[in-house]
Structures are given as C-alpha cells and as structure tokens.
C-alpha cells in the first residue's frame, strides 16, 4: 500500500513538473567538422519569461554517455545574449558563462549564428558579431576539468513562448554575412 501511493504522488510530481516547466531539448544534427557555422532562427516574444538557446559542438563525453558537454548561446529569461558552456559528468555539473552583452533588440524574430573555429567562437545576432571569445580552458583566472570540444552535434534548448523556426550548420566560410 505504501509503495503504491509513493508511487502516485511521484508520478503526480512528475507531470505537474512537466506540464510547469516544458523544456524542449534536441540534438538533431550530427557534425564531426571543427569549422562551421551553426545558426538557429527563433521567435521569442518575451526573452524575460523565455528560454532560446542554440547548443553546439555538442557530444558524448565517455564511451557509455554518462556525460554530456556542448557549448551555448542565446537567451534564456533575460533580454542578455548569454554564451555558456557546459558538462555534466558522472558526480560533477559545471556550467561557465563564458560571456554576456546586453543587446538592444525588439524584433521577436531573432537569428543568432556562430562561427566555431578551433576553439574561437564569433558569435552574431541579426547579423552584427557581438562576441568575440577564444575558449583556452582557463575560466574565472582558474582552470578547470572542463574539456574543450573541438567537434560536436547542433542542437537547441526552449521553453515557454520560444519557438524554433530553423536551425543547423554549415561549413565556415569567411566570406558568410550571417
């Protein structure tokens, strides 16, 4: 009897918390290219109440797919463009924000591209670089176990009013506008 109602209420737990929070998550295409530019069209009517994030260079990080690390960027509840990086690993989660502006936009429908270079990213709303990062494993003045991903799959991250209108990669060239 009592495992029965424990089991109830957790499932109860779980589709209130799903139904509340309804972050979508994908991964969808694969990239083994180290230079490209990844991009991701999205309406986001309220960045203050909602979540668009463009996830790059995305990857397993051990042979069984305990972990995961990808790279970043986009808004999420804020009006800031926010570049991150994160791992999560068998005990450990870490996330870094590697970087944030504050963009004066009002347009609903955003593009936000990358270019991923090496370990450079240049990062782009609308068509205008924002950010210009090298990623050398050293964050805060302190380095860190967090690996570097030199490859990796393209994906997004959403939530509440944010729809994903487009998104993927293709190969770098110098001559894109973006």
Do not use: W
């Not at 309804?22 to 991964?27: L, N, P």
């Not at 305990?66 to 790279?71: A, F, K, M, P």
């Not at 960027?73 to 990086?85: A, C, H, I, P, Y």
């Not at 959403?158 to 293709?170: H, M, N, T």
């Amino acid at each position: 009897m009592y495992r029965k109602i424990m089991t109830l209420i957790c499932l109860f737990c779980l589709c209130f918390s799903c139904s509340a929070y309804a972050e979508r998550m994908a991964i969808g295409e694969k990239s083994d290219r180290t230079d490209y530019t990844a991009y991701m069209n999205v309406s986001i009517p309220d960045p203050s109440s909602s979540t668009a994030m463009l996830l790059f260079r995305a990857k397993d990080i051990d042979l069984l797919g305990y972990g995961l690390s990808y790279y970043e960027v986009g808004f999420e509840k804020s009006s800031k463009l926010t570049f991150r990086k994160f791992y999560t690993g068998y005990f450990r989660t870490y996330t870094v924000t590697l970087q944030s502006v504050d963009v004066n936009t009002t347009a609903s429908e955003k593009k936000i591209s990358v270019d991923a270079i090496g370990n450079t990213f240049k990062i782009y709303l609308d068509g205008e670089q924002v950010i210009d990062y090298t990623d050398n494993g050293t964050y805060n003045n302190e380095v860190t176990l967090i690996p570097s991903n030199l490859t990796g799959d393209i994906g997004y991250r959403v939530d509440g009013s944010a729809q994903i209108l487009s998104y993927g990669a293709e190969d770098y060239n110098t001559n894109d506008t973006h």
